[in-house]
């Protein structure tokens, strides 16, 4: 885990360790990305090769190379990531999709509007598919604790759309959660809290 997990949000409300888990002081290192091979291999059918996607690629690329960032690269410096991606087995354009998921982040900030109170969000039929009704309560109780801001969620929510996928449940979409706030400034408080919340619930499946 990185050393950004010790300074703890101090912004977010006291309750917010009896909402979420208490973020583990000390974890297993790389015990997230083998774990979730495992469980995706139980999962496919008897001979069906494994199909890995571009949350699976963000999620590698996060824990084997950019934890211990501060930032997300910008273009000219990820020659090196990329080539790392490769040998890891991802092909270009896998990781090129994964990349510009990451700058949707920023592009999807950079639209947004003053941030407006939402007591209730509304989600569409496509969303909904989407988003289970547990990741919706998840989105739903990180702003209530005040780990997402309404823009921040609705950033959440776009890249989650983006991803292409059938269906995100809760602990997929906490990765999507980490890896925004990773990628859009400002957000560092918030970042270390997440960080903290996903790497625990990795350590628990050991």
């Known amino acids: 885990m990185s ?19 208490k973020a583990a002081e000390t974890l ?45 690269p910008p273009q000219n410096e990820r020659s090196g990531l990329q080539l790392k991606l490769l040998e890891a087995g991802f092909d270009h354009d896998e990781i090129e999709h994964a990349f510009g998921w990451l700058e949707g982040v920023l592009e999807q900030g950079a639209v947004s509007g003053p941030e407006r109170d939402q007591a209730f969000r509304v989600y569409s039929d496509d969303e909904q598919m989407m988003l289970d009704i547990e990741a919706r309560g998840f989105l739903m109780q ?17 890249r989650a759309m983006a991803l292409g996928e059938e269906e995100i449940d809760a602990d997929r979409l906490k990765w999507v959660v980490l890896l925004v706030l990773f990628a859009k400034p400002g957000e560092e408080q918030a970042f270390a809290w997440m960080e903290d919340l996903v790497f625990e619930d990795a350590a628990v499946l050991h």
């Open 142 to 158: 990180l702003e209530q604790i005040g780990v997402l801001s309404p823009s921040t969620r609705e950033t959440v929510v776009e």
């Open 3 to 21: 050393a950004r997990a010790d300074t703890r949000p101090a912004a977010l409300p006291a309750s917010a360790s009896r909402t979420l888990p």
């Open 28 to 72: 297993r290192p790389g015990g997230f990305i083998p774990i979730l091979h495992a469980l995706r291999r139980l999962k496919s059918s008897p001979g069906e090769p494994m199909k890995e996607t571009v949350l699976d690629l963000l999620m590698f690329l996060f824990e084997n190379y950019m934890e211990d960032e501060d930032r997300l």
